[in-house]
C-alpha cells in the first residue's frame, strides 16, 4: 500500500496551530485541534463563451484588461485601426487607433498604451478611456512584441522583430514622456506573450532563432531579466493576462511545433506553470487579459471572433480530512 510518506516524499507535520501559507495539497497534523488537514481548493477554474468581436483578427495582445468584464481589443492583423470595449457580455466599437497595426497593449480599460507593429513601426498611443492620441515612440520599431503595465504611465515593451530577420530581445520602459532602453532580454523572441508591470513583468513562449518556438519563461524586476522555469508545452502566440506582478499569469492556446494550434492552457503560480481547464476552441495569435482569476481570451486564427471567459479556482481553504 501507497504512504504518504512514499507519495510525497516527506511525512505529515505536527503543528499545534495551523500554518501560515500552506501550499495547495498540503497535509498537517493539528495537534491542539487533534484533527488532520489540508489546503484544498474551493472549484476548478473554468471557461465560458462570451460575446463575439465585431471585427475578427489576430495577432494582438489585448489591453485594458482587469477582469473578463472590462477589456480593450487594439487594432490586429489584418492590419486595423478598430478598438472594441467588452463589457462581460459585448463587444462595442468606440474610437479607432490613429495607426492600423498589429502592435501591442498594456494598462487599463481607461488608461491604456499600444505601441509598435507592422514592420519597423514604432508609434505609441495613449488611450484615456475616449480617445487615442499619438506620443513618443519607441527607441526601436518593432512588430509582434510584448507588454507589460499598471497604466498608460508605466510600461515596459520587450521582444519583438524587425525585417528582414532579426529577433530582438531589446526591453524599453515607459515612463509616462518617454521610452528608455533597458537591459535585453535573454532570448531574443516575437510573438511572445507578457504579463505584470512595468517594474515586475514576465515574458513566456514566442519564436527565437532555431531551434524555433520555445517554452522559455523570463521575469524582470525594474532591471534585469532571469530565466525561470519554462512552460510544459513550447508554444507562440499564446493568449496572455495583465495581473499586477510577474508572479501570476496565464499561456493560453498558441501554436505547437509539429501539434499545430492548440486549446491548452497554464497558470504560473510564481514558481511553476501548471496545466488547467482548456479553451473551448484551440487558436492562436489570441488578444488576453485580465489576471488568473478574471480573464478573458478573443480572436486569433482561425477563430477570429470568438471570444471566451476565465473565472479562476476558488480561493484555497482549510479542509479537515474526516477520519472516520
Known amino acids: 500500500m501507497a504512504t504518504y510518506l512514499g507519495t510525497h516524499g516527506g511525512r505529515i507535520q505536527n503543528y499545534t496551530t495551523d500554518p501560515d501559507n500552506p501550499n495547495k495539497g498540503e497535509v498537517w497534523y493539528n495537534g491542539t485541534a487533534n484533527t488532520i488537514k489540508i489546503e484544498a481548493v474551493?472549484?476548478?477554474?473554468?471557461?465560458?463563451?462570451?460575446?463575439?468581436?465585431?471585427?475578427?483578427?489576430?495577432?494582438?495582445?489585448?489591453?485594458?484588461?482587469?477582469?473578463?468584464?472590462?477589456?480593450?481589443?487594439?487594432?490586429?492583423?489584418?492590419?486595423?485601426?478598430?478598438?472594441?470595449?467588452?463589457?462581460?457580455?459585448?463587444?462595442?466599437?468606440?474610437?479607432?487607433?490613429?495607426?492600423?497595426?498589429?502592435?501591442?497593449?498594456?494598462?487599463?480599460?481607461?488608461?491604456?498604451?499600444?505601441?509598435?507593429?507592422?514592420?519597423?513601426?514604432?508609434?505609441?498611443?495613449?488611450?484615456?478611456?475616449?480617445?487615442?492620441?499619438?506620443?513618443?515612440?519607441?527607441?526601436?520599431?518593432?512588430?509582434?512584441?510584448?507588454?507589460?503595465?499598471?497604466?498608460?504611465?508605466?510600461?515596459?515593451?520587450?521582444?519583438?522583430?524587425?525585417?528582414?530577420?532579426?529577433?530582438?530581445?531589446?526591453?524599453?520602459?515607459?515612463?509616462g514622456t518617454n521610452w528608455s532602453e533597458g537591459n535585453d532580454m535573454n532570448t531574443a523572441r516575437y510573438v511572445l506573450a507578457g504579463a505584470g508591470i512595468a517594474t515586475s513583468a514576465l515574458a513566456y513562449g514566442g519564436d527565437s532563432s532555431p531551434p524555433g518556438y520555445t517554452a522559455e519563461t523570463e521575469a524582470y524586476n525594474g532591471t534585469n531579466w532571469t530565466e525561470v522555469n519554462n512552460l510544459n508545452t513550447a508554444r507562440f502566440g499564446t493568449g496572455s493576462t495583465n495581473g499586477s506582478s510577474n508572479t501570476s499569469a496565464l499561456a493560453s492556446g498558441g501554436e505547437v511545433p509539429g501539434t499545430g494550434v492548440t486549446a491548452v492552457v497554464e497558470e504560473w503560480n510564481g514558481t511553476n506553470w501548471t496545466e488547467v481547464a482548456d479553451l473551448s476552441v484551440p487558436r492562436y495569435a489570441i488578444g488576453g487579459a485580465g489576471t488568473t482569476s478574471s480573464a478573458i481570451a478573443f480572436g486569433g486564427d482561425p477563430t477570429g471572433t470568438s471570444t471566451e471567459e476565465w473565472t479562476g479556482a476558488g480561493a484555497p481553504q482549510v479542509r479537515t480530512i474526516s477520519t472516520d
Not at 484588461?65 to 486595423?80: D, I, M
Not at 498611443?125 to 499598471?150: H, I, K, M
Open 42 to 175: 474551493t472549484t476548478a477554474g473554468s471557461w465560458a463563451t462570451g460575446g463575439n468581436l465585431n471585427t475578427g483578427r489576430s495577432h494582438f495582445q489585448g489591453g485594458g484588461g482587469e477582469a473578463n468584464t472590462a477589456a480593450l481589443a487594439c487594432g490586429g492583423l489584418p492590419a486595423t485601426a478598430k478598438t472594441e470595449a467588452y463589457n462581460g457580455s459585448s463587444w462595442t466599437e468606440v474610437n479607432d487607433l490613429n495607426t492600423a497595426r498589429y502592435g501591442t497593449s498594456s494598462g487599463t480599460f481607461t488608461s491604456c498604451l499600444t505601441t509598435g507593429g507592422n514592420g519597423s513601426l514604432a508609434n505609441t498611443e495613449l488611450w484615456n478611456g475616449t480617445n487615442w492620441t499619438e506620443v513618443n515612440d519607441l527607441n526601436q520599431g518593432r512588430f509582434q512584441l510584448a507588454s507589460a503595465g499598471a497604466d498608460s504611465t508605466s510600461a515596459l515593451a520587450f521582444g519583438g522583430y524587425t525585417p528582414p530577420i532579426t529577433y530582438v530581445a531589446l526591453s524599453e520602459t515607459w515612463n
